[in-house]
């Protein structure tokens, strides 16, 4: 069987350092870039207030959703700021919608050369797209994306990444009544039906599910556990050897994932970016790692759900939003979770002791969890075709219950 199963997003909470410095190196040639249709005007974001519509945006988007979870602002600067490792392989542009001089939607053009390498030179990327339900909108801000893609002999557009298939991606497209977990998108009904009208097709479903986290221990699970029990050794992080410890995640997960669909292996900057925000909100027991006859083969990153904070902060982190995280922090609140990361390695992959590693990651941190009152938690996201995975999530009684998709146009 193939457990490689969970990818990741590494937008957690990250507290401001500098955010005033923005990373727009094209916006700087782009001021020409702009589109104006009878009704609509897409102008390129090129500056610190610009930017500050582009956040805002999803605001006004998501003003009669009950279940939208707003990002904090701070954060959001901090992740189109030189800070987010993305840029030191990629460049990107920004755009705002408007019609009668208010914002009606955004996008963005990226460019990754990461993902370039190994997926093809003529491809690129959309994504942070978020538009009113409109159609003449939708059409120029998708018409601005692509142009610019093309100058960047771009042949074939995929998305939404925000920025990479290693952060935000896909569009809900099933689920939409259940707020989002903390690192994963939320969309209102229209967006499919828009990208559709655009020529988009479906490329790739992502799918979410839900899981007690005091379920049953199947019987399968519990012998599997058992037969290799004295093989496999599950241990949680060791946080004083925690530069270490982010390398043996790092070559696990980029063997792991290494022939799944998009993938596009984490640079050394990128995941010591994800270990400075893991440290900051992760207990050690969320992270598991098993190791066979002494050498790492798998391993599971879990987080605590802070959309559950987030929720109630509406994007501001002062005056009291400070004061709301210390809380948290302290009394450790949050009843939610989200395994965000999980593989085995390749060579245990489609054998028993492969489906044994995967069990015993999941079963590893359950009953720290449910001591400090985590009760169910989501694991996203999951290829729509990896079976096995779907299967052993199926034996311990889990539900699917988001759908996120990614589209795809040629140009």
């Not at 500056?47 to 904090?72: C, K, N, Q, T």
């Not at 998009?262 to 270990?275: D, K, R, Y």
């Not at 996201?381 to 999530?393: A, C, D, G, S, V």
Request: aromatic share 12%; charged share 25%.
């Amino acid at each position: 069987m193939r457990v490689n199963s969970l990818n990741h997003h590494n937008n957690i909470i990250q507290y401001p350092r500098a955010i005033d410095r923005l990373y727009l190196p094209s916006a700087m040639n782009e001021k020409s870039n702009q589109l104006t249709s009878e009704t609509v005007t897409v102008r390129p974001v090129t500056s610190y207030r610009e930017m500050g519509r582009f956040i805002d945006l999803p605001w006004r988007i998501y003003a009669d959703d009950p279940v939208w979870v707003p990002p904090l602002r701070a954060e959001r600067r901090l992740h189109f700021s030189r800070f987010n490792p993305f840029f030191k392989n990629g460049e990107w542009q920004a755009w705002v919608a408007y019609r009668d001089n208010e914002p009606v939607g955004r996008i963005s053009a990226q460019i990754d050369q990461n993902h370039r390498q190994y997926h093809g030179i003529d491809t690129g990327h959309f994504g942070l797209f978020e538009c009113v339900d409109d159609s003449a909108v939708c059409a120029a801000l998708i018409e601005t994306a692509e142009a610019w893609l093309v100058t960047r002999d771009t042949k074939y557009v995929s998305g939404p990444f925000n920025f990479s298939i290693n952060q935000e991606c896909g569009i809900l497209v099933d689920g939409f009544d259940t707020p989002p977990m903390v690192m994963m998108p939320h969309s209102p009904r229209w967006y499919g039906r828009l990208l559709g009208e655009q020529g988009y097709h479906s490329v790739k479903d992502l799918l979410a599910y839900w899981v007690n986290v005091n379920f049953e221990v199947p019987r399968v699970m519990g012998a599997l556990i058992e037969k290799y029990s004295n093989r496999v050794k599950l241990r949680t992080l060791r946080k004083n050897d925690f530069v270490a410890e982010m390398a043996i995640l790092r070559d696990l997960f980029n063997d792991a994932w290494s022939e799944n669909w998009g993938f596009v292996p984490f640079t050394e900057f990128e995941f010591a970016e994800l270990g400075r925000n893991l440290r900051m909100v992760v207990p050690e027991f969320f992270i598991q790692i098993a190791e066979v006859d002494g050498v790492p083969a798998a391993f599971m990153v879990g987080i605590p759900n802070l959309n559950e904070i987030f929720a109630k902060l509406d994007g501001k982190l002062f005056p009291l939003g400070w004061t709301r995280l210390l809380k948290w922090h302290r009394e450790r609140s949050v009843r939610t979770g989200r395994v965000a990361l999980m593989g085995v390695r390749k060579q245990f992959q489609n054998t028993p002791l492969g489906m044994a590693l995967a069990f015993m990651v999941i079963d590893g941190p359950r009953q720290s969890a449910l001591s400090l009152g985590i009760r169910e938690v989501e694991m996203s996201w999951i290829l729509e075709e990896n079976k096995p995975m779907r299967k052993i999530l199926d034996l311990i009684g889990s539900r699917q219950y988001k759908r996120y998709r990614i589209y795809g146009k040629t140009l």
